[in-house]
């Protein structure tokens, strides 16, 4: 499981969930402790075996709830559409919405939807009948998910060497998540070839996309640098976009 | 938003980065006991210097730096560091953005590694030291800096980065593949259009009955065109996208901004001695150079053959004098250097018959119907 929490707990849990891909078990989650009601010596133990011994369904339904839940935050349409509006609770309110959609971040989620998003466009290709094996389903694939995976990691590496101060697997997360729009955009251009109806659909699906992720990594960065950072993003963002409208 | 970095979870982050920074730092002083000389001992002391707030960590520090003070290079750079050596030394101002880390950029001009490991973070944090105006200024300058004014290179020297480099070649190969792939939609549509081919087909069969009344012989071979022509369009399959222009034209791009480069400094490095512009310079100047293809490919879209190559010519004019503008002054510039004077014009030649190819290349493989 590549997850990381960053939940007010002990130190050496930070260092063990930042350390990268950890060990499949959440030691000290919230999560797991709560769950475990049986008496056992230590407290490590009553959390390892906590998520060992639990079912399987039990185990994903928990990823997929994480996921679920990333997407809604990250991809919060009121949010990103409407801006952020200051409550009358004050700053920390808004101040923890924005620092929720990241705190849970894994690389489930992109997976899944980078597969998606490729399958999605290549099994469109290869269905159609085409002699001319310039650019068969394979091909189409391989090319779109090395876009995405390649572009991902040269975004995030990006932002780090303008100075940006990001966590690096958790700014991939992001950008993986804000896949999810171009997901839907590619579902639905398998609706209809017109041009006009695939157009606006990507157009829209591209423009969530950037709004959701392009405030984050702005807010990463020095004033002065904002474009250089936020251009790369836009251009990836777009280019799917296209791959979307034009492929399927 | 304003200001508020949702991404930094305060203590996790420092966390995060001190436990970056422990495994950069042992990985820096085992370099250092391998011995790789003076300018990778430098490495671990800013790291070390910033990171040792903690008591834990400022024993190791002031081993391996008693260890190492007896290199000159290591003095130097502890003289040159604005923060001095204290355990309180705050370690925000250093990390907080990449300009403030870059008191090691101004030591060296010929490409050093400025003393970090090839594969820290901070390493590269040097190469992308560049804001918004700046990289502006240098596009301007360098696609059309041929028309006068300061050099390319001279305003680049101090602080190369490969920021334009990178995404300006990013930049182009999506306009060449986004428009190649529509300039081969445009060219499908207009000829396999119903009004255009029912036209070739009506002219067709009016001839054909033409050359019947007027020949009373059956017409010879050379006459079998117009069953031809209606296969060929009859034949004609629907456009594709077509994905391999992607990749084939970011292998083309990125080849000759990093590779060409490359060969232009082992040259002039090795064989002529010339020591005043780094490789990453010359990357630069590629870099920022190539972005003159980019309005070209735009006009490329349009189905008109002869716009299409006046197009690319104009692009490469202007980005081969730009370049050689740039590395005939840094080659001219070498007074005392009689290899360098020598190899000048040659260099000239290659530069441009180097970006012709590549102008060529562009053109036909992406743009040719």
Request: include cysteine; glycine fraction near 8%.
């Amino acid at each position: 499981m590549s997850h990381g929490t960053f939940d007010d707990a002990p130190s050496s849990a930070n260092n063990n969930n930042s350390s990268g891909f950890g060990s499949g078990i959440n030691i000290f989650g919230a999560n797991s402790v709560r769950e475990r009601p049986q008496s056992v010596s230590s407290f490590q133990d009553i959390s390892a075996s906590s998520t060992l011994d639990e079912s399987i369904s039990k185990t994903f339904k928990r990823d997929i709830d994480r996921i679920v839940s990333n997407v809604k935050n990250v991809l919060d349409a009121k949010r990103v559409f409407l801006g952020n509006r200051r409550s009358s609770i004050g700053e920390e309110n808004s101040q923890q919405q924005q620092q929720q959609p990241l705190r849970d971040w894994d690389l489930y989620g992109p997976l899944i939807f980078v597969l998606l998003f490729g399958v999605c466009l290549s099994s469109s290709a290869g269905g159609g009948s085409s002699s001319k094996t310039k650019s068969d389903a394979g091909t189409i694939f391989s090319v779109v998910f090395a876009t995405v995976a390649f572009g991902a990691f040269a975004l995030t590496l990006n932002v780090k060497f303008l100075g940006g101060k990001i966590i690096f697997l958790q700014a991939m997360s992001l950008i993986g998540y804000c896949i999810f729009p171009l997901d839907m955009s590619a579902v639905l251009c398998w609706v209809s070839a017109n041009s006009w109806y695939r157009f606006f659909v990507v157009g829209l699906g591209v423009t969530w996309s950037c709004g959701a992720s392009v405030p984050f990594v702005s807010a990463a960065v020095v004033e002065e640098r904002k474009a250089l950072a936020v251009y790369p993003m836009v251009l990836l963002y777009v280019t799917l976009g296209l791959f979307a409208a034009v492929v399927v | 938003m304003s200001g508020h970095n949702p991404f930094l979870v305060e203590s996790d982050d420092d966390d995060d980065d001190r436990e970056e920074e422990n495994l950069l730092r042992t990985a820096a002083a085992r370099a250092n006991v391998m011995g790789f000389g003076g300018s990778n001992i430098s490495s671990s002391s800013p790291e070390m210097m910033y990171g040792g707030g903690e008591g834990e960590a400022s024993h190791p520090m002031k081993t391996t730096s008693s260890s190492t003070s007896s290199s000159s290079v290591f003095a130097n750079k502890s003289s040159r560091e604005s923060v001095p050596p204290l355990p309180s030394a705050p370690r925000m101002t250093t990390r907080s953005s990449g300009s403030n880390s870059t008191t090691t950029t101004h030591t060296t001009t010929t490409g050093g590694g400025g003393g970090f490991w090839i594969f820290s973070f901070k390493y590269y944090q040097k190469y992308f030291d560049v804001d918004t105006a700046d990289v502006l200024r240098r596009i301007k300058k360098g696609t059309y800096g041929a028309l006068g004014g300061a050099l390319f290179l001279d305003d680049v020297k101090e602080k190369p980065d490969l920021y334009g480099a990178f995404w300006g070649c990013a930049t182009l190969v999506f306009v060449v593949a986004m428009g190649g792939n529509f300039a081969e939609y445009l060219e499908s549509m207009s000829s396999s259009s119903t009004t255009s081919s029912n036209r070739k087909r009506m002219l067709m069969m009016r001839k054909l009955l033409q050359e019947e009344e007027e020949n009373v012989l059956p017409p010879p071979a050379p006459y079998s065109p117009p069953p031809a022509t209606t296969s060929v369009v009859s034949a004609k399959e629907p456009w594709q996208f077509d994905v391999t222009k992607v990749s084939q034209c970011a292998a083309m791009t990125y080849a000759y901004v990093f590779l060409f480069p490359l060969s232009l400094y082992l040259v002039k490095r090795c064989y002529a001695g010339v020591r005043s512009a780094s490789y990453t310079a010359l990357v630069c100047l590629y870099g920022y150079s190539i972005m003159s293809y980019i309005p070209a490919s735009i006009l490329c879209i349009f189905p008109v053959e002869t716009l299409r190559w006046v197009a690319v010519m104009t692009a490469c004019a202007v980005s081969s004098a730009s370049l050689f503008r740039n590395v005939d002054a840094l080659l001219k510039g070498e007074s005392g250097n009689t290899k360098a004077m020598a190899i000048a014009k040659g260099m000239g030649v290659a530069i441009v018959g180097a970006n012709v190819i590549f102008a060529v290349c562009l053109k036909e493989l992406f743009f040719r119907f």
